[in-house]
């Protein structure tokens, strides 16, 4: 039976990875969490007016099936939709509008760019699709050694191939307009990545298919579904930052030591399984791994830097042409990729908790914005922005892959029972892909641990689950 196992990391990859280790493994596996900041990473909120609010990971996508499962399981609720429009903004003026009437905006982006949004549509939906099926593998208890090998199965070479591309170069040949793209795409990317349409095309699709309506947030805010995870789980949450990680071994297993630091000093533990959440990047995380031959290298790539304010103030919409207030129609205004434009989107946020009472602000009145940027914004962008405001909260984050940089994908196997979760990010950072890499990391576990190696890699899945079910 496996005894202790580690999870270093209590963000949401954490905390799904220790779910579905007890799910798989059975409720006598000891775990251990280790998280040296908040649980929840960076499913984090801050308060204004004694309110919550989210400042990141805010929208869960529809087809997310491990997030609704979660929801469900741990008994929290969708939080209320207040609807809202957007429009993408050129830093001179508006070049997509968002209206109250569905037909006239389809008609709108008819108009503007003729079949370029049907073909992104069919793009999205087909990879989508594709996609879903990992829901049936992994219902069947199959799993991938890496992170090749899960597109390979749902995509074939194309999917592999999605992640060393841009997203540009595969719109442009199935018929998108360079107009299209560099409008609406460019700004889509912009208000979730923090960067440009030459993002791989697959984490492009996947933040693509979340701009296409139908996303949900969590009651209360979307943290709670770590830290309920890991309070069903009963794991043992140590308030720790991991060092380093050294190899023994004992009667022909690897038997792992955790060094960590926290408030009462240095300790380390052992381990039988290890999963890290916890980017090993240079610039993330000084780790150290001692004692394995061959040596586990660092890996390639880098984080992209991104800054999210949240700002209590008055709009100043007169900079959006707007010179009265009254008259400002848009709650989310995303932005296309100019060089003087200094943010990349902004919302008029609503509270983590949302009364049915509850009522958005005016367009005049003082409003809760989330402003997202590269850099922290100086005096003058704030009064550009607005005309007054009462507070600004800076949170700076290494929040996503810099996309740019990434040759080949991070492994998922960094030794024998030593898993490394974050590298999904780099096929698509977002909530569901980091829930499916943790119940892909569960499973291959599982099925190493007992050599079910029926189970992994397996070839021509769609055909076996088909005669399966």
């Given at each position: 039976p496996l005894s202790p196992a580690a999870v270093v990391g209590a963000g949401l990859g954490g905390s799904a990875a220790a779910y579905f280790l007890q799910q798989h493994f059975g409720p006598q596996v000891q775990l251990d969490v280790y998280e040296a900041g908040d649980v929840g990473g960076r499913l984090a909120t801050v308060t204004v007016n004694k309110q919550q609010y989210e400042s990141r990971g805010a929208s869960i996508h529809a087809l997310s099936l491990h997030m609704q499962d979660f929801v469900k399981i741990l008994?929290?609720?969708h939080r209320r939709e207040v609807a809202g429009k957007s429009a993408i903004f050129s830093g001179e003026h508006f070049v997509l509008e968002e209206t109250d009437w569905y037909l006239l905006n389809l008609f709108r982006l008819w108009w503007h760019y003729g079949i370029s949004f049907l073909r992104l549509q069919m793009w999205v939906e087909e990879v989508m699709e594709k996609f879903m099926r990992i829901y049936k593998y992994q219902a069947h208890g199959y799993a991938f050694s890496s992170l090749e090998e899960?597109?390979?199965?749902?995509?074939?070479?194309?999917?592999v191939n999605m992640t060393q591309r841009s997203v540009a170069e595969s719109l442009l040949e199935v018929g998108v307009t360079q107009r299209f793209v560099d409008d609406v795409i460019a700004a889509v990317l912009r208000s979730s990545y923090g960067q440009s349409v030459l993002v791989p095309a697959f984490a492009g699709a996947m933040s693509l298919a979340g701009a296409q309506g139908s996303t949900w947030a969590v009651e209360g805010g979307n943290k709670l579904v770590c830290s309920g995870l890991l309070k069903l789980t009963k794991a043992n949450v140590i308030s720790a930052r991991v060092t380093?990680?050294?190899?023994?071994?004992?009667?022909?297993?690897a038997l792992y030591q955790v060094h960590y630091e926290s408030t009462e000093g240095q300790g380390s533990a052992f381990y039988d399984m290890v999963v890290l959440t916890t980017p090993l990047h240079p610039s993330r995380s000084n780790f150290t791994f001692k004692n394995f031959d061959p040596p586990i290298a660092d890996l390639p790539g880098a984080f992209q830097p991104s800054v999210t304010s949240v700002v209590h103030g008055?709009?100043?919409?007169s900079y959006f042409g707007f010179p009265d207030p009254k008259l400002f129609p848009f709650t989310s205004i995303l932005t296309t990729d100019t060089p003087d434009l200094f943010f990349h989107a902004m919302d008029n946020?609503?509270?983590v908790?949302?009364?049915?009472?509850?009522r958005r602000k005016q367009p005049q009145e003082a409003a809760v914005w989330r402003v997202l940027s590269q850099q922290p914004l100086d005096k003058p962008q704030l009064k550009t922005l607005f005309r007054s405001y009462y507070s600004v909260q800076v949170s700076q984050w290494q929040a996503y892959p810099?996309?740019?940089?990434?040759?080949?994908?991070?492994?998922l196997v960094l030794h024998e029972n030593l898993f490394?979760?974050?590298?999904?990010?780099?096929?698509?950072?977002?909530?569901e892909m980091i829930a499916v890499a943790a119940k892909n990391v569960a499973l291959l576990a599982y099925n190493r641990w007992h050599q079910d190696l029926e189970k992994i890699d397996q070839k021509d899945l769609m055909h076996k689950v088909k005669t399966e079910l």
């Open positions: 008994g929290l609720k899960l597109l390979r199965s749902l995509g074939g070479e194309a999917f380093g990680i050294s190899l023994h071994s004992s009667e022909g297993r008055y709009l100043n919409s946020i609503c509270p908790n949302i009364s049915a009472a509850f810099r996309y740019d940089a990434a040759k080949a994908l991070p492994p490394y979760l974050s590298g999904a990010e780099w096929v698509a950072s977002s909530m």
